[in-house]
Nanobody, 123 residues
Framework: QVRLVESGGGLVQAGGSLRLSCAAS????????VGWFRQAPGKERDFVAA????????LYADSVKGRFTASRDNAKNTVYLQMSSLKPEDTAVYYC????????????????WGQGTQVTVSS
């Protein structure tokens, strides 16, 4: 059974940083691409970042490029999203999702999802 568990969310002031973690089990982690998505109240689920099975293969939304960094530790079956220079508009529930091999920007390309973690950025 595939399981993805996000952690690391919380409340932070604008300009601050948070690091989200996504721990995976039930899959061959080293072959996975992991995407990060976020959903604010009343809005659609948006792509944030993704990292492929090779750490050198990353994708970012324009809104977070230069502020967020995706990385992975295959020994720990964990992917991270380091978020810096946070803005109030980054407030959302953040989800990680997994698929085989290559990162994608569309949520429907990912069959496996975590339960989400809340990130709140105060102004």
């Amino acid at each position: 059974q595939v399981r993805l568990v996000e952690s690391g969310g919380g409340l932070v002031q604008a300009g601050g940083s948070l690091r989200l973690s996504c721990a995976a089990s039930g899959l061959i982690f080293s072959t996975l691409a992991v995407g990060w998505f976020r959903q604010a109240p009343g809005k659609e689920r948006d792509f944030v970042a993704a990292i492929g099975w090779s750490s050198g293969n990353t994708l970012y939304a324009d809104s977070v490029k230069g502020r967020f960094t995706a990385s992975r530790d295959n020994a720990k079956n964990t992917v991270y999203l380091q978020m810096s220079s946070l803005k109030p508009e980054d407030t959302a529930v953040y989800y990680c999702a997994a698929r085989e091999m290559w990162p994608r920007r569309e949520p429907n390309e990912y069959p496996h999802w975590g339960q989400g973690t809340q990130v709140t950025v105060s102004s």
